[in-house]
């Protein structure tokens, strides 16, 4: 029997020196790719985006006219903006493994399963997807069907069929 590779478990940690509840913020999931990873600032010279009287928003960026659509996430979930803790990974502790479900048959063990840690930078409850130049096809736009189809599937794995009694 071949030996399987073990991907590593993922664990979300808020700030401990954060005082009050975590950031809100509203994720813009635009069409583009920016060769840049310092910060910029001050974003508002070049980030104002128009309310139209339908709902969506009109932004330009880098002299492209962008159209966004709102995306509510449904009652009962929310989405988290996370950032990766300095690529450190660490064994994990035994109490790290008793919060672990394996899905796999594998057995996670402590010191030999990898965990990885995401911190929770903020909290949305909605989000804005942005296309050129036209309003967003939630059809075809990979985003937004993404995240309808992530929806159905966690809603399918998290339900229970209803009880039918046969006679």
């Known amino acids: 029997m071949a030996s ?3 991907q590593p478990m993922v664990r979300l940690e808020r700030d401990a020196t954060a005082t009050g509840s975590t950031q809100k913020a509203t994720p813009h999931l635009l069409p583009c790719r920016v060769h840049h990873t310092g910060s910029v600032e001050p974003v508002q010279s070049f980030w104002e985006p128009t309310q139209g009287e339908d709902g969506t928003s009109t932004a330009y960026f880098r ?4 159209v966004g659509k709102k995306v509510v996430l449904p009652e009962g979930y929310r989405g988290l903006v996370a950032v990766a803790r300095d690529g450190v990974q660490k064994e994990a502790t035994e109490s ?8 796999d048959g594998l057995t996670a063990t402590p010191g030999k ?3 990885s840690s995401l911190l929770v930078q903020a909290e949305f409850d909605d989000m804005v997807v942005w296309s050129h130049e036209a ?6 736009d990979p985003y937004v069907k993404g995240v309808e189809e992530w929806l159905t599937l966690v809603d399918q794995i998290h339900s229970f069929p209803a009880l039918t009694s046969d006679k």
């Open 135 to 140: 309003n967003v096809d939630g059809a075809a």
């Open 96 to 103: 790290d493994v008793d919060d672990m479900e394996r899905d």
């Open 4 to 6: 399987q590779k073990q």
């Open 113 to 115: 399963t990898k965990t």
């Open 63 to 66: 002299g492209r006219k962008l």
